[in-house]
């Protein structure tokens, strides 16, 4: 068998695609619920990641990368991890400052990436169907432009994962609140496996990159639909007053009839 081929086959990033088109939905739903700005940032993170999925999954079932399609596609690729930096910074600091602040850092990175993508000559050699390109066909890792990802991957996977073992140990101790601990130790799992299939592939290692985003994706996912379980939780601690409360008002009564 062609194990290069089949870890660059267009199923993978077609099911990645299918999962981020869901958790876009999802995010979007949610934030037409809460208004909240955390879920914005994830909501765009996502729908990007998504469509940067099914451009990998187009290129190559069509067996052929195009290169105006390959210098979109590896900035939002590359995008992901930052937006969901991003809404850990919007969800965990009370000062939305902070997370105005880096938004429009990632604006700035992305502006300087699409135009080196662009004006940068490709690696023919390296952009073509059959293979998981990864960003090679931009050159050595750490040329201009191919550089530009460190930096909305390096601080996004430093607030994701920062953000997600500060919820693990937060929630650890509360029982009422343990699925929680573990939608973060899914979530800390997803981020993990995407940023490593991107270091790699920034070594040149790009063999499977397809499969580990499709599995960083479904963790992610994984974590997001556990912690949606929020409203169970606070259900389960308001009924466990409540039962605290009827056995005190019981005692006082037995109390009262002696």
Known sequence: MDWIAFWSHWA??????????????LLVKQYLDRRKLHQVAWSIGFLIYTIAAFMEAYSEYADSWDPNIYRI????????????????????????IYGH????FILIVMAIFFYGTFTTEL???NLVAGITVGGTALGESQTFPRICSLFLNIPGTIFLL???IYSIVLFARKKQYSYRMWANVL???????IAAAGSMARSGQSVGLYPAE?????????????????????????????DEDVKILKNKNNNDNK
């Open 123 to 125: 690696v023919e050699e």
């Open 162 to 164: 920062g953000g997600a």
């Open 101 to 104: 602040i880096f938004f429009m």
């Open 12 to 25: 993978w990033p077609l099911v990645t695609g299918i999962i981020g088109a869901i958790f876009t939905i």
């Open 187 to 193: 979530i800390a799992l997803g981020t993990l496996i």
């Open 73 to 96: 596609y590896i900035v939002l690729a590359a995008s992901l991890v930052g937006f969901l930096g991003l809404g850990v910074v919007y969800l965990i600091f009370r000062k939305k």
């Open 214 to 242: 499709m599995l960083g994706a479904a963790f992610l996912l994984g974590g997001f639909l556990k912690a949606g379980t929020l409203k169970n939780g606070a259900e389960t601690v308001k009924k466990e007053k409540m």
